[in-house]
């Protein structure tokens, strides 16, 4: 027959347990909606970074396909024409390699580059309108650097934002204790979209 003193006991260590095993509970459950929020957030990020990269992206497209379609009415009035057109190949290369980060949806120092020669395309076609105001496609060439004007601010807007969003995301998969969170969920870091071209930070000049 067991004593009062083992009956308090064993009631003492049956409380025991059941407090440790509440307090586990409440600790493991805070822990779960910490991590579950801050992937959460880690992954919202993420996702406000890759469409700032897929909007640049779209922006450099159209701006690929205005450049081209300049180049092409100005045939044969551009100096160094083949130069300028094996520089246009070579900025479309760096764009679509830039697809081809891994961890990321794009490279975008690559896409930086690639940015930085379509400027010295620009500028070339800008040079035919000085030299040659009289080219029949004059008009149509002007309507494009027009329209290449409106990309470079819609461009210089878009990058803002998007270095932006890179900064907090980096700022946040670095942070303890989320970065135990970023490892484990494979969380990368992003890159910037910079300017590595000087006409491009001052943006464009049309004259006409």
């Not at 205005?66 to 130069?83: C, P, S, T, Y």
Request: with cysteine; proline share 2%; net charge negative.
């Amino acid at each position: 027959m067991m004593t009062l003193f083992e009956i308090m006991m064993e009631d003492s260590l049956e409380i025991l347990l059941l407090t440790s095993a509440c307090f586990i509970g409440t600790i493991s459950g805070l822990i779960f909606l910490w991590a579950y929020s801050t992937y959460n957030r880690l992954t919202g990020l993420n996702l406000q970074v890759e469409k700032g990269e897929d909007n640049i992206d779209t922006i450099l497209q159209e701006r690929f396909d205005l450049i081209e379609d300049a180049v092409d009415m100005a045939k044969g009035q551009l100096d160094h024409e083949k130069e300028i057109w094996k520089s246009f190949a070579r900025a479309r290369g760096d764009r679509e390699q830039s697809k081809s980060m891994p961890g990321r949806n794009y490279d975008m120092p690559k896409l930086s580059e690639a940015n930085g020669i379509l400027a010295g395309a620009t500028m070339s076609i800008r040079g035919v309108i000085e030299q040659y105001p009289d080219l029949d496609a004059i008009v149509a060439i002007k309507d494009i650097l027009r329209k290449l004007e409106r990309i470079e601010q819609e461009l210089a807007d878009v990058r803002q934002i998007h270095n932006e969003y890179v900064f907090t995301y980096n700022v946040n998969i670095m942070s303890f204790p989320a970065l135990f969170i970023a490892k484990l969920a494979s969380f990368s870091r992003a890159e910037g979209f910079s300017v590595v071209d000087k006409q491009v930070r001052a943006g464009p000049e049309i004259r006409l």
